[in-house]
């Protein structure tokens, strides 16, 4: 199980000749991923979802907080005894090509990660081609057709899945898939989400998915969690359906009253919820992140920040003074 608690992480971005400032991307962010789980993080782009899965797979120090991962606290331990710990979870990119080496072959960037591994494992050579066949035949792609060939000879479906397999090299317990299939062809996304949905069921590993997409967190996340990040802060968080469908904080309202509706099969939720202004993160909030931009704000939303806590009438916890539960996905439309 790895979990986090109070994550915090703080970017300087360069400014004019008045000089830099502060970008916080994670601001005291807790989260638990159970063994053999399913857990989605949604939000809009520059909520700091992405920063965190990259803390997450090690890839990235916080400012802050603690991640604990099988029980062992990270921050005491030097970067070599953390490394073990990390090999655990593996990054699945958001773009194959860039996160493939051009001027390698499959086999080439399999190969790599297989020598650490059966070094570690005691394993003879003769076990590194075979288990490169495996993971590639594991991910749905014929072995003898890629092993040879280069990233840019594959299309961008293959290329994800080849990435996939290279994450399998090291026998991971979880996998931070961010992103992973939005710049794949509409038509190969779908197959890319069942294999991360089959490989959680036949291997047994752990799954973060970071996306902006509800549909596809829907689907990956199944009996699974659901977290709305917003500019850094988890604003509700609780088991996926129940957040989807009974959604109290604003912006996750927001968030899924932009579903698109298909004109004659469904019809739009009758309390949709629309921002009141556009994002702009110029400002310094003394309260509530989404208060600006709430169409239910108050006075208390403008001077105090509210921190997640349990709802009476929902399963689920959420950052708001004022939570109610409102119809904003769409609905079938009635014959």
Known sequence: M??????TKTYKQRGDVLGSREVRALRGVDFAVPRGGAVSFIGESGCGKTTLGRIIAGLETHDSGEIVIDGTPM???????????????????QDPYSALNPTRTIHQ?????????ARQTGRPGSWIDQRAGELLSLVGIDPGYVLGRYPHQLSGGMRQRVVIARALT?????????????????????????????????LGVSLLFITHDIATARYIGDAGELY?????????RGLTESVIHEPVHPYTQALLSAIPVLHGLERPGRERVVPTEALDERHADEGCLFARRCPFRTERCEKELPVLAGC????????????????????????
Do not use: N, W
């Open 2 to 7: 790895i979990t986090g608690t109070g994550i």
């Open 75 to 93: 921050t005491p331990l030097s970067p070599r005894r953390r490394r073990p710990y990390f090999r655990r979870i593996q990054l699945i990119h």
């Open 109 to 117: 960037t399999l190969r790599a990660p297989l020598e650490l591994r």
């Open 170 to 202: 090291v026998d991971p317990e979880m996998l931070v898939a961010d992103e992973s299939v939005s710049m794949i062809d509409v038509s190969m996304r779908l197959s890319i989400l069942a294999l991360l949905k089959d490989l959680r069921e036949r």
């Open 228 to 236: 709305v990040l917003y500019r850094g802060q988890v604003v509700e």
């Open 312 to 335: 009476q009438d929902s399963s689920h916890e959420h950052a708001c003074f004022h939570p109610q539960r409102r119809a904003v996905i769409p609905v079938e439309a009635v014959a």
